[in-house]
C-alpha cells in the first residue's frame, strides 16, 4: 500500500453486463467504498465472445471470456499496476469452457501469473462433483491467498468433498438494507392493491421450477381467491439466445389453459435494486421452487431475508441452511401439492406468518451490503498485512449469522 491507500482489483463479469455475479460485484465494490472511501476500486471485466460494451470508469481491464490467453494476460496487467490485492468472484461458466463433456479451466492459468495476493470467492461448492471439477476448486484454492464461500454448508463440503486444508472464510451473500415496511402503500404503487401477493424474482429459466409453482396456486385460489402470483424477472439472456423464450410461452400457455390469466402475472423486464426491493415489500409470501438442490448459494433468497418476508422454498443447499429454526417453510421440488399446502399454512395463519417475517428479518439484516463491505475490507486488510510467504493459519469463520 502506497501512503496507507489500499488499492482493490476487483475480477468478474461487470454490469451493465445482465449477470447476477456482474450485479453482485457492483453491489460489493460499491460496499468495500462505502466502509472506506479512500480505497482505490478497479475492475477486470470478463465479457462474452464478441460483446462491445461500455463500462464504468472502474473498469480497467477487459477479459474475453474462453480466451485462456486473454485471462493470463489480464493478471500481467494487474502485475504491473499499482492494485495492491485482487478480489476474485468464480463461477464456472466465466472462468471456463464446456469442451465435448470436459470442462476447461481458465481460472488457474489466471491465477499462476498473477502475483498479488488474491481473495477468491466461490459462488458455487457442488456436493458431488466430478472428478475435474474438484480437481479445479483444490488448484484455484491452492493459488488463492484466502477462500470466500457464502455459507457454512459450503466451508463443510470444501474440507470434506473436496480435500480442502484451509478455512475459508464465510461471508454471507450481501443485500441491500431494507426497512420492512410500506406493503400496502407499495401494493398501490404497483397496481396490485387488495391482492395476496405471492412472489418469485429473478432471471427465468427452466431451473427455477416456476410451472410448479403455477401448477400449486388453483389449490391455493379455492381458500384465498385474491391471490396473485408474480414472476418477476427477464429470461436468462443465455437461454435466451439458445431457445428464446419457450420457456416463458410454455408457462403462458399453462397459465390460460388452466384459467388463472388474472391469478398469475409476468413482470418481464430487468428491474433496478430500487424496484426488486419494491416488489419483496408488496409481497406477503415469496417463494423459490429451484430444482437444483445442489444450488450453495441465492442471491433473490438473501434479498428475501432481508426484506423481511414469509418464504416457501425447495430443499436446495442454501434454502436448507438459510431457513433452518424456523425462518422459512421447505418443501420437496416439483411438489405443487407440498407448495400448496406450504403457501395456505402461512396465509392461513397470521401468527405463523408474522413469526417467520420476524425471524428471517432477524437473520438477514446482518447480510446487508453495508456489513460485508466491512468484513471484505477487514479480510483484505488481513492479507495484506501477512507476508505472501508466511504459512497459511487456518482462518476462523466470523460470520454473524449463526445457521447451524
Not at 118 to 138: G, K
Not at 157 to 164: C, E, H, K, Q, T
Amino acid at each position: 500500500m502506497q501512503n496507507g491507500l489500499m488499492r482493490i482489483a476487483f475480477v468478474a463479469s461487470a454490469v451493465p453486463r445482465r449477470c447476477g455475479i456482474a450485479t453482485f460485484t457492483a453491489d460489493l465494490l460499491a460496499a468495500v467504498k462505502a466502509a472506506d472511501p479512500a480505497v482505490r476500486c478497479v475492475a477486470a471485466a470478463i465479457d462474452e465472445p464478441n460483446a462491445a460494451r461500455a463500462y464504468g470508469p472502474d473498469v480497467r481491464w477487459r477479459i474475453r471470456q474462453g480466451d485462456v490467453e486473454s485471462y493470463r494476460g489480464a493478471a500481467r496487467a494487474i502485475n504491473e499496476s499499482s492494485v495492491d490485492a485482487v478480489n476474485l468472484q468464480h463461477e464456472f461458466g466465466l472462468y471456463g469452457v464446456w469442451r465435448d463433456g470436459i470442462y476447461e479451466d481458465h481460472c488457474v492459468p489466471f491465477l499462476e501469473a498473477l502475483n498479488k495476493p488474491v481473495i477468491t470467492t466461490l459462488h458455487t461448492v457442488l456436493p458431488q462433483p466430478e472428478p475435474q471439477i474438484r480437481e479445479t476448486v483444490r488448484r484455484i484454492a491452492e493459488h488463492s491467498t484466502r477462500v470466500v464461500v457464502m455459507a457454512e454448508t459450503a466451508a463443510r463440503l470444501l474440507a470434506d468433498v473436496y480435500g480442502i486444508s484451509q478455512r475459508p472464510v464465510v461471508i454471507q451473500h450481501g443485500m441491500p438494507a431494507i426497512v420492512p415496511r410500506g406493503r400496502h402503500r407499495l401494493k398501490r404503487q404497483l397496481g396490485v392493491e387488495g391482492r395476496t401477493i405471492v412472489s418469485t424474482f429473478g432471471l427465468v429459466d427452466p431451473r427455477k421450477g416456476l410451472e410448479y409453482m403455477i401448477g400449486a396456486m388453483p389449490e391455493i385460489l379455492g381458500r384465498h381467491p385474491n391471490t396473485l402470483y408474480l414472476i418477476v424477472g427477464q429470461t436468462h439472456p443465455e437461454l435466451l439466445k439458445k431457445a428464446g423464450e419457450q420457456y416463458r410461452n410454455e408457462l403462458v400457455g399453462k397459465i390460460e389453459s388452466s384459467g388463472m390469466s388474472d391469478h398469475v402475472r409476468f413482470v418481464n423486464q430487468y428491474l433496478t435494486q430500487r424496484e426488486i426491493v419494491d416488489y419483496l415489500l408488496a409481497t406477503d409470501v415469496y417463494v423459490t421452487p429451484y430444482l437444483d438442490l445442489n444450488q450453495i448459494t441465492s442471491g433473490t433468497l438473501a434479498y428475501a431475508l432481508g426484506a423481511g418476508k414469509a418464504i416457501v422454498s425447495t430443499r436446495y443447499l442454501h434454502a436448507a441452511e438459510a431457513l433452518a429454526d424456523g425462518r422459512g417453510l421447505l418443501v420437496d421440488v416439483r411438489d405443487p401439492a407440498g407448495l400448496a399446502r406450504a403457501v395456505l399454512a402461512i396465509l392461513d395463519d397470521s401468527s405463523l406468518k408474522a413469526e417467520l417475517e420476524r425471524r428471517a428479518y432477524e437473520y438477514g439484516k446482518e447480510m446487508a451490503w453495508p456489513n460485508v463491505g466491512r468484513r471484505v475490507l477487514a479480510l483484505t486488510r488481513d492479507v495484506l498485512e501477512k507476508p505472501v510467504s508466511a504459512p497459511e493459519e487456518p482462518v476462523e469463520t466470523e460470520s454473524p449469522v449463526h445457521s447451524t
